[in-house]
């Protein structure tokens, strides 16, 4: 079985983490900008964390032989926080580097003015950069909120396969369908989805324009839940191609219209570094 997460926050993981993702059969990811899990101070933190995306993590992903991706934007959460607001400006010098394979994640935290001041913004820039854009719905007023992010959508004239539209559930995921966009769906332990709720809803509508993602990040979350969803969908009796495509050729077929997918990854050199550092913390003694 081979995977490719179209959702992890692999800089909040551990090197288990890409070990345990590894025998499990993943083989790529993409990695969306997110919030920290605290209030972000200044945008020179941005600038940071963003190198970090492009930069050390797509090189510590390497050694496990995993193709490490991105995608870059103002999530959320900090667009209503004006010390962060000013990164909208920084944007283009990232969404232009290699590895960035869409803008996100972007859309609604609360649903506030200031949200959706960013979220539009941000849709330009996908049209402006010819990437996909990876929008995150609210925990809260989650139909109308991605309702509204439709809307948005449309109004931005962003081509509906070019979007996908994440953290769905059977509540909102027939809206998103009729719209023609890409669903996401996040397999969680305890909340969102599980990987049986999650096979019954390929069941009754199908396997097309449906990417399945782990969403693992600093909570609790399961980076080996997309391993779980086709274990569950092979015993609910869809055949291995079919997983195949779910869980790899249609992340591959989304995230490659960017054309930025780098899928070659050679082969671990243990003694490699990035900017003077290795994973092995020196040798055996």
């Known amino acids: 079985m081979r995977i490719f997460d179209p959702h992890i926050h692999m800089s909040s993981r551990t090197t288990d983490d ?32 963003f190198d970090s995306l492009v930069g050390w993590e ?4 390497s050694q496990f032989g995993i193709a490490h991706h991105c995608t870059i934007a103002l999530n959320p959460k900090e667009a209503n926080d004006p010390r962060c607001t000013p990164v909208l400006d920084l944007l283009p010098r990232y969404l232009a580097k290699d590895g960035v394979v869409a803008v996100g994640e972007v859309g ?5 003015e200031n949200e959706e001041k960013a979220f539009s913004r941000q849709l330009e820039l996908a049209r402006e950069f010819a990437l996909p854009a990876m929008v995150h719905t609210p925990h809260r007023d989650k139909l109308a909120g991605t309702r509204r992010t439709l ?11 070019m979007v996908v539209v994440d ?7 027939d809206v998103v369908d009729e719209a023609g966009a890409w669903m996401g769906f996040s397999i969680y332990p305890d909340t969102k989805m599980d990987p049986d709720r999650m096979v019954a809803i390929l069941q009754r509508r199908g396997l097309d324009r449906v990417l399945v993602n782990s969403a693992a990040d600093w909570g609790k979350s399961d980076p080996l839940r997309t391993r779980a969803t086709g274990e569950a969908m092979l015993a609910a009796g869809f055949t291995e191609d079919d997983v195949d495509r779910v869980l790899w050729r249609n992340p591959v077929e989304f995230f490659g219209q960017s054309g930025r997918l780098l899928l070659d990854v050679p082969a671990a050199d243990q003694g490699a570094t990035f900017a003077g550092n290795s994973l092995l913390r020196g040798e055996r003694g």
């Open 18 to 49: 890409y070990e345990a993702m590894y025998a499990a059969g993943v083989r790529a990811l993409v990695e969306p900008a997110f919030w920290l899990g605290q209030p972000r101070t200044s945008v020179d933190s941005f600038v940071d964390y």
């Open 58 to 61: 797509r090189f510590r992903a």
């Open 108 to 112: 609604f935290d609360s649903m506030t």
């Open 151 to 161: 809307d948005l959508v449309e109004a931005a004239g962003m081509e509906p396969g």
């Open 167 to 173: 953290h769905l559930n059977e509540v909102t995921v």
